[in-house]
C-alpha cells in the first residue's frame, strides 16, 4: 500500500507473450453491434433523403438561369440562347433595391432575356431614334436582345417604356451562364445612373453577391470535369512514385533515412542564415519595432529587426532540439529504420495493398457525388412562383392592378391600361412538407457526408492494419500468409467491426461539425466582433482543432487495435492510448518517419 507504481503499471501493463497467437486471423466477434445497427439505419435514411430530393428536385434551376418569364436559358425553346442578358444590371445594386434582391435571388427589378451571345460593344438608345421603330434600330443592326414577340413596327420609346427592349448595351462576357460586363470598359453616360457607379460595383456588389452559393459548387463540379483527366495523370504520377520510393526502403533504406533527417536539418540550418542576413541588415538600417509601433498590418512587421531576431531564436532552438534527440535517441532510430525495411518487404508479398488507396478514393467520391447531388435536388425542391410585374407601378392605367399577385406565366397577362405588365418569375415555394422540413434535411446531409466520409477513412485504415498484420504473424513467411490477405481483411472488418468503425467516425464527425459550425459563426459575425471576442473565437477554434487532430490520431490506432486484436472500439482506443504512453519515447520518432513513408502502410 501506498507504493508508488512504475511507469508501465501507471499505463497498464504490456501484453505477454502467447505463443499461439496469430495475429487477427481467429477469434473474432462482432463489436459495437449497438453502434453498427444505429449506422445501418442511418445510412437507410440517408438514402431516403435522397430519394425524396430526387422525386421533388429540379436541378435545372441552378444548373441554367431563368430569364423574366421563368423559362430557362439553354433548355428546349430557348436551346441556342445559354445566356441571360440583364436589361439594366445596375439595378440590382441601387438601395433601393438590395433587399428585393436578397429576397428574389438574381431577380432583378429589371426585365431579362435569353440571348445566344453577350453584347460586344458599348451601345445606348440615342433621343432621334425614340420615333423610330423597334425593327429599324434592333433588328435590321442586329441587335436581337428584345424580348421575344416584340412588334417590328412597335415605337422604340414605347419599347422602352415597357421593357420590352433594352435601352442600353455594355460590353459582356458570359459567367455563370450570365452576361456580366467587363470590368475595364468604359461606363457611357446612361439614363437614371449615376455617374459614380462603376461596372466593377456593378458586379461585385450587385449580381455576384446576389449569386448563390449553389451556383458557385456548380461552377466548381464544371471545373472539376474539364480537368479530370490531369487529375488521373496527377494520381498515376503519385502512385509510380510511391512504388520507387517503397522500391528504395526496401533496398536502402537507411541512407534514404540519413538523408531525409539530413534535410531537414539543412532545410534548418538555411532558415537561421536567412533570417539572421535579414536581421543583420535591418539592425544596421536600425528599423525597430518601437519606430513601427503596434498594428494591424501584419506584412508591416517583416520590416523590423525584431521579427527577424525572433525567427532566428526558435529555429535555432528547433534545430538544437532536433540534434539533441538524433544523438539520444540514434538507437531508436536504427529500430525505426529496421521497421521501414520490415514495412517494404511485406508490401512486396503484398502488392495489392499498393491499390487499396484507389479503392478508398473511389469510396469518398461516390459519398461527395451523392451528397452534392442530394443537397442540390434538395436546395431546388420548391415549385417556381409567378406574380403580375410591371416596370413603373406608378403610371396611369395602373393602380387598379394589385400587383406581386400569382399569376400563370403560359397565359400572359393582356391590360393595355397599364404599361409593360407581365407575369414574371418571383421565386420557389417554402410550402409543402418538404420544403418546410428542407433545413433539417440538409442538416441530415451534412452529418451524413461527415459520418459516410470518416467510416471510409477507418475502414481503410482498419483493413490495412489488418493484412499488414496477418504479414507481421505469419510465423514463416510467405507460406503462413493467408492467399489474399487484403480482401480477408475487407471482409473481416466489414463483418465483425462496421459499429467499432462507425463508432469511432461519429466522435470524430461531431467534432469536425462543431468546427464547422464554429466557422460559420464567426464569418457571420467578423464585423460586429470587438477583440476580445475575436480572441475568445480564436481559442475556441483552436481548441476544437487539437481536439480533432487528438482524436484522428487516436481512432487510427484504435483502428489498428481493433483490426490485431478483434476488441470494441472503446477498449481498443483505451489499449492504444496506453501502448504509446508506454512507449512515450519511441513514439515521436517512429511517427516522424512515418510521416516521410508515402506508402500505404
Not at 422540413?437 to 440538409?442: P, V
Not at 493484412?467 to 513467411?477: G, V
Request: aromatic share 10%.
Amino acid at each position: 500500500m501506498g507504493g508508488k507504481q512504475d511507469g508501465d503499471e501507471a499505463c497498464g501493463k504490456p501484453a505477454k507473450y502467447d505463443p499461439s497467437f496469430r495475429g487477427p486471423i481467429k477469434n473474432r466477434s462482432c463489436t459495437d453491434i449497438i453502434c453498427c445497427i444505429l449506422f445501418l439505419a442511418f445510412i437507410l435514411g440517408y438514402i431516403v433523403v435522397g430519394i425524396v430530393a430526387w422525386v421533388y428536385g429540379d436541378p435545372r434551376q441552378v444548373l441554367y438561369p431563368r430569364n423574366s418569364t421563368g423559362a430557362y436559358c439553354g433548355v428546349g425553346a430557348n436551346k441556342d440562347k445559354p445566356y441571360l442578358l440583364y436589361f439594366n444590371i445596375f439595378s440590382c445594386i441601387l438601395p433601393t433595391n438590395i433587399i428585393m434582391v436578397a429576397e428574389n435571388g438574381l431577380q432583378c427589378p429589371t426585365s431579362q432575356v435569353c440571348v445566344s451571345s453577350c453584347p460586344e460593344v458599348a451601345w445606348t438608345v440615342e433621343i432621334s431614334q425614340f420615333s423610330q421603330n423597334v425593327g429599324e434600330v434592333f433588328y435590321t443592326a442586329n441587335r436581337n436582345f428584345c424580348l421575344p414577340g416584340v412588334p417590328w413596327d412597335m415605337p422604340v420609346i414605347q419599347s422602352l417604356q415597357q421593357e420590352l427592349c433594352p435601352s442600353f448595351l455594355l460590353p459582356s462576357a458570359p459567367a455563370l451562364g450570365r452576361c456580366l460586363p467587363l470590368l475595364n470598359s468604359t461606363l457611357p453616360e446612361l439614363p437614371g445612373i449615376s455617374s459614380n457607379t462603376s461596372i466593377s460595383q456593378g458586379i461585385s456588389s450587385g449580381v455576384l453577391d446576389s449569386l448563390n452559393a449553389r451556383d458557385i459548387t456548380v461552377k466548381i463540379f464544371e471545373d472539376v470535369a474539364q480537368s479530370w483527366y490531369w487529375i488521373l495523370v496527377a494520381l498515376a504520377v503519385a502512385l509510380v512514385l510511391s512504388l520507387l520510393f517503397i522500391l528504395l526502403l526496401r533496398l536502402v533504406a537507411g541512407p534514404l533515412v540519413l538523408v531525409l533527417i539530413l534535410g531537414v536539418l539543412g532545410v534548418l540550418a538555411y532558415g537561421i542564415y536567412h533570417c539572421w542576413e535579414e536581421y543583420r541588415v535591418l539592425r544596421d538600417k536600425g528599423a525597430s519595432i518601437t519606430q513601427l509601433g503596434v498594428t494591424t498590418n501584419l506584412s508591416a512587421y517583416r520590416n523590423v529587426q525584431e521579427t527577424w531576431l525572433a525567427a532566428v531564436i526558435v529555429l535555432a532552438v528547433l534545430e538544437g532540439t532536433l540534434l539533441l534527440l538524433l544523438i539520444f535517441l540514434r538507437q531508436r532510430i536504427r529500430i525505426a529504420i529496421a521497421l521501414l525495411k520490415e514495412a517494404s518487404k511485406a508490401v512486396g508479398q503484398m502488392m495489392s495493398t499498393l491499390f487499396y488507396p484507389l479503392v478508398t478514393f473511389v469510396l469518398l467520391l461516390i459519398c461527395i457525388v451523392y451528397w452534392a447531388m442530394t443537397a442540390l435536388y434538395l436546395a431546388t425542391s420548391g415549385q417556381p412562383q409567378y406574380v403580375l410585374w410591371a416596370p413603373n407601378a406608378s403610371l396611369p392605367g395602373c393602380e387598379k392592378v394589385q400587383m406581386n399577385t400569382s399569376c400563370n406565366p403560359m397565359s400572359q397577362p393582356m391590360n393595355s391600361s397599364c404599361p409593360g405588365l407581365r407575369c414574371v418569375f418571383q421565386s420557389y415555394s417554402s410550402t409543402g412538407l418538404v420544403q418546410r422540413s428542407l433545413f433539417n434535411l440538409q442538416v441530415y446531409g451534412i452529418l451524413g457526408l461527415f459520418w459516410t466520409l470518416n467510416w471510409v477513412l477507418a475502414l481503410g485504415q482498419c483493413v490495412l492494419a489488418g493484412a499488414f498484420a496477418s504479414f507481421y504473424w505469419a510465423f514463416q513467411k510467405p507460406q503462413d500468409i493467408p492467399t489474399f490477405p487484403l480482401s480477408s481483411a475487407f471482409i473481416r472488418t466489414l463483418r465483425y467491426h462496421t459499429g467499432s468503425l462507425a463508432f469511432g467516425a461519429l466522435i470524430l464527425s461531431l467534432v469536425q461539425i462543431a468546427r464547422v459550425i464554429l466557422e460559420y459563426i464567426d464569418n457571420k459575425l467578423r464585423g460586429a466582433q470587438n477583440p476580445v471576442a475575436r480572441c475568445i473565437m480564436c481559442c475556441f477554434k483552436c481548441c476544437l482543432w487539437c481536439l480533432e487532430k487528438f482524436i484522428k490520431f487516436l481512432n487510427r490506432n484504435a483502428y489498428i487495435m481493433i483490426a490485431i486484436y478483434g476488441k470494441n472500439f472503446c477498449v481498443s482506443a483505451k489499449n492504444a492510448f496506453m501502448l504509446l504512453m508506454r512507449n512515450i519515447v519511441r513514439s515521436p520518432v517512429l511517427l516522424f518517419l512515418h510521416r516521410s513513408h508515402p506508402g500505404p502502410g
